[in-house]
């Protein structure tokens, strides 16, 4: 599994799966948005 850790907004890498087919299948891409939603998670509140 890929660590969350936006550096200087780099784009995080996409996670795929290999199945048994041999087939590939995308699990979780990730983008701004989720970049938005990790920022909020840290907010600081006075």
Same mark, same amino acid.
């Given at each position: 599994m890929v660590k969350l850790n936006?550096?200087?907004g780099l784009k995080?890498? #996409?996670v795929?799966? &290999?199945l048994t087919t041999e087939?590939? &299948?995308k699990l979780n891409e990730f983008?701004?948005?989720d970049f938005k939603r #990790?920022? #909020?998670q840290w907010a600081v509140s006075s």
């Open positions: 936006w550096f200087n995080m890498p #996409s795929y799966c &290999e087939k590939i &299948e983008g701004y948005t #990790s920022l #909020s």
